[in-house]
């Protein structure tokens, strides 16, 4: 009697000095797969098929050199996500296989409950590979490479009854970054180590904007990319895995440390998908000033503005029936101070807002009413 340990795979031995000679091969039972979505913490006989989409490690208490264990988030054919674990003692006969867009087959696995404060994929648990857990490579493509979720920002809403001092988690954003704040460094850190800060404003294709601050490394991020493609236009940020909270109605997005992965103007079907659709949401005089935006690098504002539009005089301005982008070169000869040259704006709409004085209730609690000046949108009248 003879038998091959169950983690050696594909496996054929021949016994040529016996008459006659006896082969034994070890294969891997293909058995039933189990979704992530239908495992029980009750049951441990599974097999799993799934793709890791991000994986990090943790660093052994001793020895900072050393990894302690492996961090994971799954994800199976149909999308779901869950987060895994496995101690670096326990991998070492598959050690090789875990790195992010492997795709695996996984035998008895364990389950628990993820009682992490901060979760990195929905849901409340958690797989452990032990000792006992089998893992091989699978050479079937589950899911989408990088398992992106976008979630529109108009969805992303204030819930009043939610304590807005935590922050929610996780999200994937993707959008064009419309303004950028100046470089920041934070001083006044719990651990009195300065950290680098960068804050911009995305935006996604149904004009809804969110604030991102990214810190140190991701924001090193940023600024290495902007140093090294300074005017470029229309510029894509992905970010996977992040978790965001509202501040007197606005919405703040931040990363997850080691977990967040931040993409700029990567070349990915994702971003060349977005920027498509920008295109085709734009009327057709538009959207050929935007033609750049179909290749992964965006036209310079000098390609932009000397190949693309048109020049015209001033006095030919009138003459225009048709919407469309012009550029008009002169020389500036005085300012009319006297008269205003800009105006508050309807954040909807665009269209010049005016102050309105109305009567309310005092704010502090007491009786009485006060006068107080308010912007009103004409448009959100009719």
């Known amino acids: 009697m003879a038998k091959l340990h169950e983690g050696l795979k594909d496996l054929t031995i021949k016994f040529l000095h016996l008459d006659?000679?006896?082969?034994?091969?070890?294969?891997?039972?293909?058995g039933a797969i189990t979704l992530l979505n239908n495992l029980d913490l009750n049951v441990d006989n599974y097999t799993i098929r799934i793709r890791?989409?991000?994986?990090?490690?943790?660093?052994?208490?001793?020895?900072a050199r050393k990894v302690y264990c492996y961090d994971m988030i799954f994800m199976d054919s149909e999308g779901t996500k869950m987060q895994a674990f496995v101690l670096a003692k326990n991998a070492s006969g598959y050690q090789h296989l875990l790195e992010e867009k492997r795709c695996l087959t996984i035998r008895n696995p364990s389950l628990g409950e993820n009682r992490q404060k901060v979760k990195y994929a929905n849901g409340g648990l958690k797989i452990n590979l032990n000792n006992n857990t089998v893992v091989e490579e699978c050479h079937e493509a589950i899911g989408s490479e990088w398992?992106?979720?976008?979630?529109?920002?108009?969805?992303?809403?204030?819930?009043?009854?939610?304590?807005?001092?935590?922050?929610?988690?996780?999200?994937?954003?993707?959008?064009?970054?419309?303004?950028?704040?100046?470089?920041?460094?934070?001083?006044?850190?719990?651990?009195?180590q300065n950290q680098k800060k960068v804050t911009f404003m995305l935006e996604d294709l149904n004009n809804k904007q969110i604030f991102?601050?990214?810190?140190d490394g991701y924001a090193d991020q940023i600024m290495e990319y902007e140093s090294s493609n300074r005017g470029e236009k229309n510029v894509v940020v992905i970010i996977q895995f992040g978790k965001y909270r509202f501040w007197e109605g606005i919405c703040l997005f931040q990363i997850?440390?080691?977990?967040?992965?931040?993409?700029?103007?990567?070349?990915?079907d994702e971003v060349a998908e977005f920027k498509q659709r920008f295109i085709e949401k734009l009327s057709p005089e538009m959207s050929s000033s935007y033609s750049g935006l179909s290749s992964s690098v965006a036209k310079s504002a000098t390609e932009e503005f000397l190949s693309d539009l048109t020049f015209f005089p001033?006095?030919?301005?009138?003459?225009?029936?048709?919407?469309?982008?012009?550029?008009?070169?002169g020389t500036i000869k005085s300012f009319a101070s006297n008269n205003e040259w800009f105006y508050n704006a309807c954040t909807n709409c665009n269209k010049k807002v005016s102050t309105v004085t109305v009567v309310k209730e005092k704010q502090d609690g007491t009786d009485g009413s006060e006068e107080v000046t308010v912007l009103e949108c004409k448009t959100d009248i009719y």
């Open 212 to 215: 991102v601050t990214l810190w």
């Open 256 to 268: 997850c440390y080691t977990v967040t992965r931040v993409l700029i103007n990567s070349d990915i």
């Open 314 to 329: 001033i006095g030919s301005l009138t003459s225009i029936d048709t919407t469309r982008f012009v550029v008009i070169v």
């Open 52 to 63: 890791i989409v991000r994986l990090w490690t943790r660093a052994d208490f001793n020895n």
């Open 20 to 30: 006659p000679p006896l082969q034994i091969t070890n294969e891997m039972e293909e």
């Open 147 to 192: 398992g992106f979720d976008f979630t529109p920002f108009d969805s992303v809403v204030e819930d009043p009854t939610v304590d807005n001092k935590f922050f929610k988690s996780p999200i994937d954003v993707i959008g064009f970054v419309v303004k950028s704040f100046p470089f920041e460094v934070d001083t006044e850190t719990n651990n009195g």
